[in-house]
């Protein structure tokens, strides 16, 4: 099974930009749909993208279309979330989740990282 470790969290102001990572490790990504997911404080996780094996598929959130960028480097081992345009809403806990299925449901991601802290705010 993959294990899963996020970075690049912080704080921003509204309008400015993050990129989050996720290394893998323990599998070859290249077996996985990659998706990112967020949990706002007092609210339930909920996803925000995902992407096929191979990166050529992709699927958002309505909310995050034409901001958020999901992206992956097979080779490296390693996921992104490119964000812009970043509003308070978007603040929660990022986490990077791996499925074998494309395109899947929560359920079907079957490994998850911690989580990166993400604070929109001025």
């Known amino acids: 099974q993959v294990q899963l470790v996020e970075s690049g969290g912080g704080l921003v102001q509204p309008g400015g930009s993050l990129r989050l990572s996720c290394q893998a490790s323990?599998?070859?990504?290249?077996?996985?749909?990659m998706a990112w997911f967020r949990q706002a404080p007092g609210k339930e996780r909920e996803y925000i993208a995902q992407?096929?094996?191979?990166?050529?598929?992709?699927y958002y959130k309505d909310s995050v279309k034409g901001r958020f960028t999901i992206s992956r480097e097979n080779a490296k081992n390693m996921l992104y979330l490119q964000m812009n345009d970043l509003k308070p809403d978007d603040t929660g806990v990022y986490y990077c989740?791996?499925?074998?299925?494309?395109?899947?449901?929560?359920?079907?991601?079957?490994?998850w990282g911690r989580g990166t802290q993400v604070t929109v705010s001025s």
């Open positions: 992407i096929s094996w191979n990166g050529a598929s992709t």
């Open positions: 989740a791996a499925s074998l299925e494309y395109p899947a449901t929560t359920a079907e991601f079957t490994s």
């Open positions: 323990g599998s070859t990504l290249s077996n996985y749909g």
